[in-house]
């Protein structure tokens, strides 16, 4: 069996799926962004995996950077490039991801380049100067103190 994963990332929380040659999902899930809870749940699927996506959004390189260290096969999607069939009557985060990961198994996901995070130099350099994943591999919060965003008041902590 082979199996396809797929992480819709956000500031404080990514959606992952993974599913099957058949588009069948084995797991959806809501995580916090900590690299510790994404390794735990990929980790049954490590033999089968032939990939891991992950939208290229304004914080995607915490996550990215973490799973490859844990020797994850990685998939950096340009999200410009990624369209969805016009007429859709739903898209939420579970769609999202699971989409990212039916288009890899059909082998037409849109990706990046992945430059080695320790001499990528504007990487780097955004890593030194604005607030990144701690030492721990925690994703830190990026909002003012005390403020929520709308929807977000049940997340997992």
């Known amino acids: 069996m082979q199996t396809y994963a797929a992480i819709d990332l956000h500031s ?4 992952l799926t993974v599913i099957d040659e058949n588009d069948r999902v084995l797991k959806q899930k809501k995580l916090a962004n900590k690299l510790e809870l994404f390794v735990a749940e990929l980790e049954p699927f490590r033999t089968t995996l032939q990939g891991v996506a992950v939208e290229s959004t304004f914080n995607w390189y915490w996550l990215v950077d973490g799973l490859l260290k844990h020797k994850f096969p990685m998939m950096l999607v340009n999200t410009a490039a990624t369209q969805q069939y016009e ?12 989409w990212m990961a039916h288009m890899m198994r059909l082998g037409i996901l849109p990706t990046g380049h992945i430059s080695p995070g320790a001499t990528s130099g504007p990487r780097s350099a955004a890593k030194a100067s604005e607030p990144g994943p701690a030492a721990d591999g925690q994703h830190p919060e990026r909002s003012e103190p005390g403020a929520k965003e709308p929807g977000n008041e049940n997340l997992i902590e």
């Open 87 to 98: 007429g859709l009557k739903h898209s939420d985060d579970d769609y999202d991801s699971w």
């Open 12 to 15: 404080n929380n990514g959606v």
